[in-house]
C-alpha cells in the first residue's frame, strides 16, 4: 500500500526507477520527483506528493521512444552539466537537455569494439546508478553492475574498481543514492539484499569507503528502489507498493 501522502499513482505502483532532479535555469523551482515502473510508464510531480502520469506521447514529444523503458534512471548535478540519464536493458542511453527541454540519445546499443581509455566498455549495463557530490569537487557518478563498478568525473573518464576497494560485499546494490538535507548533512547510501536480509552502507567520506550500519524500525528485506526527495528534505523507500 502506497503512503497516504502520494497522489495520482495506480494501486499497487511499484517504481523500478526513481530519482528527483532540477532545472539550474528555474532557481525558484524544488525540482520534480520522477517514477518509471518496469513497464516504462512514468509519473512526475512538482511536489514530491502528488503525481501526473506521463502519457506515451508526451515521451515521443521529449525525444524517447513511446516504448521506452529505463532499468536505470539517476539525476547528474555536475556544476553547467546537470542532466538525466536513462539506460534502458538493451543498452540505449539518453540524456536530459535542459535548455530545449528534450532527450538526447548518447548511445544506441552494444558496441562489442574495446573502449577508448576512461570510457565504459559498449557492453556494460549498469543495475544502478547514481551522481553524488560528497567531496565538493564537483562530483561523481558511480554505476553497478553484478560485478564491479566504474565512476567517473565531469570530464566522462571512468575508472573501473571492484567493491572489495570500497569495503563493499560482492554483487550489485539494489537501491542506492545521493542525499543532502536542507541543513547541509550529505551522504550515500546503499541497500544490499544479503541472504535475503537489507543490509545498509554508508560512504565515509574520511576514507572514500563504505561502513556497514545497522537501523531500526525498518523492513527485514532490502528496498526496492528508493531516492532523495529534496522538495520535502526526505529520503523515500519503497519496498513494493508500500512507500
Known sequence: RLSPSFTGLPSNFQPAVSYWHKNPASPNSLGIVGLWDANGNAYFSTNGLDFTVWSRQNKVDSGLPSNFNPVVGYYVGFPGAETIILWDSLRSIYAWNYQTQKFVLISSGINPNPPAPGQLPGNFIPTIGYWHNMGGDGGRITLFDSIKLYVGNSN??????????FDLP???????????FS??????QLWYDINSQGKLYKLNPSTNKFELTSVSNMPS????SGYFDKINNRIVLFYGSTA
Open 156 to 165: 566522462g573518464y571512468f575508472t573501473q574498481y571492484l567493491p572489495s576497494n
Open 170 to 180: 560482492p554483487g550489485s546494490p539494489k537501491v542506492g543514492y545521493y542525499y543532502q
Open 183 to 188: 541543513n547541509g548533512q550529505k551522504g550515500v
Open 221 to 224: 528485506t532490502a528496498p526496492t
